[in-house]
C-alpha cells in the first residue's frame, strides 16, 4: 500500500543545515510528485516545494535561497535540505504527493511527519 | 500567490449540527480546492478533493461544494469524532496555498 515516512534529526542548532528524508513506498517516483510541507507548532500549513516525477524541482519562494530538494529513485528517497535555520523553522514536516496528470490525486497520502526543533 | 481566507477559525457546536466552514480564494481556482481533517498530533487526513469529490472511506456526512472563488465544507450531522482542525487547500496553481484552519469543538 502507499506509505511516506520522513526522517532526521528532531533537533538542529540555530544556523546549521536541517535534513530530511522521505522513504516512499506503494507508489514509483517516476510517476508521482512527492511536496514537502511544514506546519510550526499550533499554526497552519506551508507549502515549501516539490521534487516533479522528471526530477525537476519547484520551490515555495520564501524559502527559495534555503531551500533544496533532491531523490534517488534506486532507493524510493526525495530529500530535503534547508539552510540557515532560526527558531522560526521549528515545525513539524511532512512529505506528501500528486501524481503527473491525474488531479484527483493531489495530497492525497501523507506521512506522519517529523517534528524539528530548531534550538541551541 | 493565491490567498486563502478560511472561516471561521473557531467553531463550538453541538452533536447533530449541520456545520459550515468556508474558504475563500483570492483569484478563481476553477474547483482545484481539497478540504483536510487534522487531529491533535496526526497528519492531514483528506476528506474531499476537487470541491466535491469524497475521499473512499469518508463517511457521507462530509460534503463540499463551491466554485470560482467561493468554497464551502459541510458536515451535515456533527460526530463527536469530527472534533478537530479543518483545512482547505488550493491546488490550481503553484505556490499552492492552504486556509488558516478552522478548529472545531464540541459545545
Known amino acids: 500500500q502507499v506509505q511516506l515516512k520522513e526522517s532526521g534529526p528532531g533537533l538542529v542548532q540555530p544556523s546549521q543545515t536541517l535534513s530530511l528524508t522521505c522513504t516512499v513506498s506503494g507508489f514509483s517516483l517516476t510517476s508521482y510528485n512527492v511536496h514537502w510541507v511544514r506546519q510550526p507548532p499550533g499554526k497552519g500549513l506551508e507549502w515549501m516545494g516539490r521534487?516533479?516525477?522528471?526530477?525537476?524541482?519547484s520551490y515555495n519562494s520564501a524559502l527559495k535561497s534555503r531551500l533544496s530538494i533532491s531523490r534517488d529513485t534506486s532507493k524510493n528517497q526525495v530529500f530535503l535540505k534547508m539552510n540557515s535555520l532560526q527558531t522560526d523553522d521549528t515545525g513539524t514536516y511532512y512529505c506528501?504527493?500528486?501524481?503527473?496528470?491525474?488531479?484527483?490525486?493531489?495530497?492525497?497520502?501523507w506521512g506522519q511527519g517529523v517534528m524539528v526543533t530548531v534550538s541551541s | 500567490d493565491i490567498q486563502m481566507t478560511q472561516s471561521p477559525s473557531f467553531l463550538s457546536a453541538t452533536v447533530g449540527d449541520r456545520v459550515t466552514i468556508n474558504c475563500k480564494a483570492s483569484?478563481?481556482?476553477?474547483?482545484?480546492l481539497n478540504w483536510y481533517q487534522q487531529k491533535l498530533g496526526e497528519a492531514p487526513k483528506r476528506l474531499i478533493y476537487?470541491?466535491?469529490s469524497l475521499q473512499t472511506g469518508i463517511p457521507s456526512r462530509f460534503s463540499g461544494s463551491g466554485s470560482g472563488t467561493d468554497y464551502t465544507l459541510t458536515i451535515s450531522s456533527l460526530q463527536p469524532e469530527d472534533v478537530a482542525t479543518y483545512f482547505c487547500?488550493?491546488?490550481?496553481?503553484?505556490?499552492?496555498?492552504f486556509g488558516a484552519g478552522t478548529k472545531l469543538e464540541l459545545k
Open positions: 487547500l488550493q491546488h490550481n496553481s503553484g505556490p499552492y496555498t
Open positions: 476537487n470541491t466535491n
Open positions: 521534487m516533479r516525477y522528471n526530477g525537476d524541482t
Open positions: 506528501t504527493r500528486d501524481h503527473r496528470n491525474n488531479y484527483g490525486v493531489f495530497f492525497d497520502y
Open positions: 483569484q478563481n481556482i476553477n474547483k482545484y
